[in-house]
């Protein structure tokens, strides 16, 4: 059976997590959550902490094995983000 939850957004585009939802997916205060978009639709999801760097790094590698990014690809945005001319 589904269920549905209703929030209203901030004028600084926060959203308060309904009381009822942060109850049965144990979300507390300082937790994180995941907004993953799938098409028109948006999934959230409680982010558990990992055990290891390496657990945590493995979807990002394999993203970026999939799109072909570099670590000088990275480095580059890296530099960019930061307002650094030089590369």
């Given at each position: 059976m589904d269920e549905y939850f209703i929030a209203k957004i901030t004028a600084k585009g926060q959203v308060t997590v309904p009381l009822e939802l942060r109850k049965v997916m144990k979300i507390k205060e300082g937790d994180?959550?995941?907004f993953e978009r799938k098409g028109t639709k948006v999934e959230i999801k409680k982010m558990i902490p990992p055990n290891d760097f390496e657990e945590?790094?493995?979807p990002i590698r394999e993203r970026f094995q999939k799109e072909v990014?570099?670590?000088d690809d990275v480095e580059a945005a890296i530099a960019w983000a930061r307002g650094d001319n030089k590369k």
């Amino acid at each position: 059976m589904d269920e549905y939850f209703i929030a209203k957004i901030t004028a600084k585009g926060q959203v308060t997590v309904p009381l009822e939802l942060r109850k049965v997916m144990k979300i507390k205060e300082g937790d994180y959550i995941l907004f993953e978009r799938k098409g028109t639709k948006v999934e959230i999801k409680k982010m558990i902490p990992p055990n290891d760097f390496e657990e945590f790094a493995k979807p990002i590698r394999e993203r970026f094995q999939k799109e072909v990014i570099t670590p000088d690809d990275v480095e580059a945005a890296i530099a960019w983000a930061r307002g650094d001319n030089k590369k």
